[in-house]
């Protein structure tokens, strides 16, 4: 980014975090237009669900909209609103039911192992489904995305530590839960 | 669960849940946004409260006044 567009997004953040009646919609309103596609790209990730990731972007900027006051500006803001967001989804996923329209209609990945049925890839879709929301997110970022530990414990505000043990508390869950079916994963 | 297993397990969810699909709205969700900034409730002004509060503890010393002010409401 070029010094000039720099000092103007300093410009818009500080608006923002200041409230100013005069300038904060504004400064809103330009952040919402540039960072909307990357809030709405992070919940894809973790509820795979369009509408409801439509819906959760909303929910997040409003809820940045009221936390402008606490904005540290020597933070990243998208790093801020991936924080907001991911507690937004896990807010949402909290009010689910345990299996959700999303995993009724498992396609087969582009890569697929053939010894891997569409039955017991169903079968662990639905079992995921029914994880606790905090385990299912760290899971579905760290594993499935793959994204690094390290970011995954900034957006939900944990430690490394704590996203390793969640998502190893996720696979064992899910391993259980599956053998219950009588599926030796 | 040791670590074959784990990696086994990864592999499965990976395999089960499916790719995200678009990661852009299909829309500008600007509108929608503002339609929820126009249902936010208007903020109370400090003078309101401080006027409820203190006609609250003028009707808690003197009760009689009670019936007076919802005369006036």
Do not use: G, H
């Given at each position: 980014m070029r010094d000039g567009e720099s000092n103007v997004l300093n410009n818009v953040l500080d608006q923002f975090r200041r409230g100013d009646p005069a300038t904060f919609d504004d400064a809103f309103e330009t952040l919402f237009h540039l960072h909307q596609r990357t809030v709405f790209g992070w919940l894809m990730r973790i509820v795979r669900n369009p509408a409801a990731a439509e819906d959760l972007t909303v929910e997040t900027f409003w809820r940045i909209y009221r936390a402008h006051a606490r904005?540290?500006?020597?933070?990243e803001f998208e790093a801020w609103a991936r924080t907001i967001a991911t507690h937004a989804a896990l807010d949402w996923l909290r009010t689910q039911?345990?299996?959700?329209?999303?995993?009724?209609d498992v396609a087969a990945p582009?890569?697929?192992?053939?010894?891997?049925s569409a039955e017991i890839r169903r079968k662990t879709a639905a079992a995921f489904s029914r994880l606790p929301p905090k385990l299912r997110i760290a899971a579905v970022l760290a594993?499935?995305?793959?994204?690094p530990h390290k970011e995954v414990a900034a957006a939900l505000g944990v430690s490394v530590t704590a996203v390793k043990v969640r998502v190893f508390r996720a696979l064992r869950l899910l391993r259980k839960d599956l053998q219950r079916q009588g599926i030796t994963p | 669960m040791n670590a074959h297993e784990e990696d086994r397990m990864k592999q499965l969810l990976k395999q089960a849940l499916p790719p995200p699909g678009?990661?852009?709205?299909?829309?500008?969700l600007w509108p929608a946004m503002l339609r929820r900034l126009d249902a936010r409730p208007a903020p109370v002004p400090w003078f309101d409260w401080a006027l409820a509060g203190g006609l609250a503890v003028f009707a808690v010393v003197f009760p009689a006044s009670i019936p007076v002010f919802l005369y006036y409401l």
């Open positions: 904005f540290d500006p020597s933070r039911r345990s299996e959700t329209e999303l995993l009724l582009l890569a697929s192992d053939p010894a891997i594993v499935v995305e793959e994204l | 678009d990661t852009e709205p299909e829309r500008d």
